[in-house]
């Protein structure tokens, strides 16, 4: 059976993941960061696979960097021992982090506060376990962290130090990167982000602290740094997938991203030049990410099923389970006469978004002579 009739076999809508294309964005990054001399702790909030982590952690079993605890159990009880939770601290999170360090799972928690830090460390002290921490840098205005000249570093530093958790660090991500388009942007981005962690990692050290992990890291910046002397990891994760936003700011090609909604043809309303879809934003997320970039995609890019982009089609609109496609604004390209029945892929604004609506990824293997799979996600916090 090929490909085309494998998919064609398929229920939609459907996520599809292109094992081949995922490879080649992994390997990327490898051959971007080795040089640089830094580890790559790979973030799988995206993927949500055991499967898919194996191809995109070192080795298949870590580092790796999480954004739910629920993602942390799953990976530890496959084997993957090196765990940055890197999410803010809450206090009642606690006993889980301890259970999974108790179970072998080296996990490290990240916070910005003296209150966090306090929590922490009374929990390390009454475990016996003494909490390995990643204080939270600002580098860019994005989020959450402290500015790298701000003495509540060392203060919240003493405090893990002397408090009984273990002061592994700093950690910082340039999410305003996302934002920055082109080569030079995006190296600029990554320069702000690398001399913030390796300022309050000098500060500490000052202040006679230990600091052995400078973490940083976006998907865009882990493409574009030039220089991360001082940084000793870096941290990305829809890079194993790539999506339109990403697309959008030239840290990738539509060629290059590896996930995409299959989704059939239900009609059509001539006079508007739309085509209805059976994939709507239940299945192809309400996330607009590309809107405010130079070319908005809509809801999604529309490619064949062959997943070739045709040319100047978006899905223009969605509502829960009706997708509409419709020719890009100023286009001038001609709608296509689609019939009723015709199978097409969505490539996504947001991979981590799309992937999260739905239960697993039908995958199109690497070898053409295996047959196609199915890699289970999972969900919660």
């Known amino acids: ?81 090196d765990i940055l939770y890197a999410v803010g601290i809450a206090p009642q999170k606690l006993p889980r982090v301890l259970a999974l360090r108790a179970m072998g799972c080296d996990l490290t928690v990240v916070l910005d506060s003296p209150e966090q830090a306090t929590a922490v460390a009374n929990a390390s002290r009454e475990a016996g376990d003494a909490i390995p921490v990643l204080i939270e840098i600002d580098s860019d205005g994005h989020r959450s962290g402290l500015r790298p000249d ?65 973490s940083v890291g976006s998907t865009p910046t882990a493409h574009f740094a030039r220089d991360l002397s001082g940084a000793t990891e870096v941290r990305a994760g829809v890079y194993a997938f790539f999506d339109l936003v990403m697309a959008g700011i030239g840290v990738c090609t539509p060629d290059d991203i590896a996930l995409s909604v299959l989704t059939t043809v239900i009609g059509h309303q001539k006079e508007r030049g739309w085509i209805m879809v059976d994939a709507g934003w239940m299945a ?70 799309t992937a999260a609506q739905f239960d697993g990824y039908e995958v199109i293997p690497a070898d053409p002579a295996q047959p196609m799979a199915y890699w289970p996600r999972f969900r919660g916090w």
């Open 1 to 81: 059976m090929t490909t085309t009739d494998a998919l064609s076999s398929l229920s939609t809508p459907s996520l599809i993941l292109d094992e081949g294309r995922m490879l080649r964005n992994v390997d990327r990054l490898r051959q971007h960061l080795d040089p640089l001399g830094v580890t790559i702790r790979p973030h799988l909030k995206t993927v949500k696979s055991v499967e898919a982590a194996k191809r995109v952690l070192t080795g298949g079993n870590g580092p790796a960097t999480v954004s739910t605890l629920k993602e942390a159990e799953v990976f530890a009880a496959e084997g993957v021992k």
């Open 150 to 214: 701000d003495p509540a570093v060392v203060s919240i530093g003493r405090i893990l130090a002397d408090g009984g958790a273990a002061l592994r660090g700093v950690v910082t991500h340039a999410g305003e990167s996302y934002g920055a388009v082109g080569a030079e942007a995006l190296a600029d981005f990554a320069e702000r982000e690398r001399l913030a962690a390796v300022t309050a990692a000098g500060a500490l050290r000052a202040a006679g602290l230990p600091c052995p992990v400078v």
């Open 284 to 353: 192809l997320s309400r996330d607009r990410g590309t809107a405010n970039q130079a070319v908005d995609q809509g809801y999604g890019l529309v490619c064949d099923i062959e997943g070739r982009v045709l040319d100047g089609l978006v899905v223009a609109s969605a509502n829960q389970e009706h997708g509409v496609i419709a020719l890009r604004p100023g286009s001038s390209a001609s709608l296509p006469d689609l019939a009723v029945g015709t199978e097409l892929r969505i490539l996504p604004n947001h991979a981590c978004a």
